[in-house]
């Protein structure tokens, strides 16, 4: 019977090809990383960079050839090596004794080469000492040898020694000495590093004088060169007694010297004005001056040219009624008819300091300042620092306009169009002449023009408040000037008052003087623009006096309770006056009896007249209304100088005190 067999069941096996990557990096989540095999091109790289090129193939062979040969000896020495091994080395002593030999022979060699060796005359570094045969020496002599050796030999070291310490005290002396110069100069270059702009070109030190980095367009380069000062010229300094210094500057010819400018302002013959700005012609420099007064006094001339070469330029350029003039050395332009303005820059180029004022070279070249007063007229220039500066402004803001400009708005636009009043024009439809008027740009000829305008006009305005208020005693003038002012304009305050009734016998005036008229504002609210002219201001005090009496009459009646007729600054009736208008006013008593008319004229002054009651009863029965019973009389003028009084007002209030009691 055939029987049915199962196979037992199998077991499952997992077959996995090898690992091809090697792993590189495992997680902490048992990740790993592998690393893919080198290719054929890097595998065969990294085996090239195991090979050293640099060892050369036949001392590799050189190297084969010796370490077979060697290993060739070790086989023959290992074969015959037991045949020798009982063989007594016979030639070894003779060697050690040879090689011994010839060590102290050397020895000896060098000692006697040492010792015999001479450098310099007295110069022994060992002494030999004679053999004798016999061989009972004493100690004594031995002693004595030793001793004098070491004495020589103390005698040389001290004496090596002295003269490498002189050496040595000289050299470090005259290093001392030279680093101290050199540190002298390094320190005074950083100083002037300080102020000035320095850099280096070559084996030299330049400057820079101009103001080219604050917007300047001058032609002049303005350099100046930087070098140490020499031995020389140092003994030279102490010999005169100056303060030597490490460096010198040297600047250019032209800007050697000081400059100063001469500012005048004159009415025909007359010096209204005049004015000395910078430094002064009698300070000279000298070869001692310090390097940074030298620098600022060129920089200084530099400043006067470009600021007279920009001036005369727009002198030439501007149209004026009467045409600037430009004379080699002076700027000619006329402020009003009748006033010049002339401006001069006087540079002394001469450098020293004891020289005759025959001698003296001025070359003047240019620019301005206003040093003016307000009252007298000054003799000598006078500096003052307020002026200055404002002059030192204009070729600033010059510089600033030249360096930077408005930022363009948007921001896309061109550099052309910044002024928003040009982007403005065509919207607004400005026609040309307005467009003319905002492309045109003060220069810093005009500026000084109308500074000088407002100087002129200031010092006439303050002459005629002067003379009036010295001529009319009564009323009296009272002038206030503002102390802040503007570069072109003043503020002065008019007080007419009467002394002892200011409470309400009071006047008052305000001037403004500008560049090109006087605006006076009067107590009313009115508003006169007055000229250049003394005259017309001289016109308006003398109107406004006559208005001030008329004014006091008219409040002194209204205190003493009179009737008030007629009040009027405009009279059209009488004679016509000769200047302005007649002011005039016309009050009762308060009884009616009296009537008093004052009419005042600009020129004339006062006229006081009063009117007297005439009685007529007993004259008729018919009228029995008693108002018709007294009739005016005509006007009888009054003598005022016969009147006493402190002032026209006290006149005025004794005359009426008087009539209302009547």
Known sequence: MEMDTADPPGVTLSVESLQ???????????????????SMSENLAKLAHKIDFSEDNDLKKAKDKQKSSVQER??????????????????????????????????????VNIARM???????????????????????NEVAVKIQEKKKSLELAAKILVKGAGRMRHSASSDKKALVEQRNFHSELLRLRQHWRLKRVGNSILGDLSFRTCGSRFWHTGTFEVTKTSEEE???????????????????????????????????????????????????????????QVLEAAQNVLFCKELFAQMAREAVQLKAPIPHLVVGNQIIASIIPGVQLVIRLCHDSNMSSTTSKTSRGFSESSILLFVLQFSAVPKKSVHQNHLEQSVHQFLRELHHSNLSGPTPTP???????NNRKRRLAGPLALDRRQIAQIQQTECVLEKILKQSRHIVLRDRTAKVLNDVAA???????????????????????????????????????????GYEDIKAILKDGRTVNLAYHE??????????????RVNAVYDLAKSLRMTIIHYNFFVGVGPPP??????????????????ISLRSDPVDGPRVMIQDETDTRGKTDVVTDPKWEVFPSGYKEVDMSKIPGRNFVHKMELLMGNLSQE
Request: hydrophobic share 35%.
């Open 535 to 548: 005259k017309d201001l001289k016109n308006l005090l003398l109107c406004q006096i006559s208005e001030h």
């Open 20 to 38: 091809e990557f090697q792993v590189q990096e495992i997680a902490f989540d048992g990740h790993e990383t592998y690393a893919k095999p080198l």
């Open 118 to 140: 001479n450098r310099e005359p007295p110069y022994q570094y060992m002494v030999l000492e004679k053999v004798s045969g016999e061989s009972s020496t004493t100690p004594t």
């Open 234 to 292: 140092f003994e030279e300094a102490e010999q005169r007694g100056g303060t030597p210094c490490s460096l010198k500057v040297t600047v250019p010819s032209d800007l050697e010297g000081n400059s100063y400018i001469n500012v005048l302002i004159q009415e025909g013959e007359a010096e209204i004005a005049s004015a000395n700005m910078g430094q002064s012609s009698e300070a000279k420099l000298s070869s001692d001056t310090h390097w940074q």
């Open 578 to 595: 000769k200047l302005g208008n007649v002011s005039a006013v016309v009050v009762a008593t308060p009884n009616g009896r009296r009537t």
């Open 411 to 417: 921001v896309t636009a061109s550099f052309s169009f």
């Open 471 to 513: 001529s009319i005693q009564d009323p009296l003038i009272l002038v206030h000037w503002s102390v802040l002012q503007q570069p072109l304009q003043a503020t002065v305050k008019v007080f007419i008052s009467s002394p002892g009734y200011e409470h309400f016998a009071r006047t008052s005036m305000q001037l403004m003087i």
């Open 74 to 111: 070790e086989d023959k020495d290992t074969k015959e090596g037991s045949s020798y091994q009982n063989q007594p080395k016979t030639w070894e002593s003779v060697k050690t004794k040879l090689r011994d030999a010839l060590t102290e022979v050397s020895v000896l060699y060098d000692v």
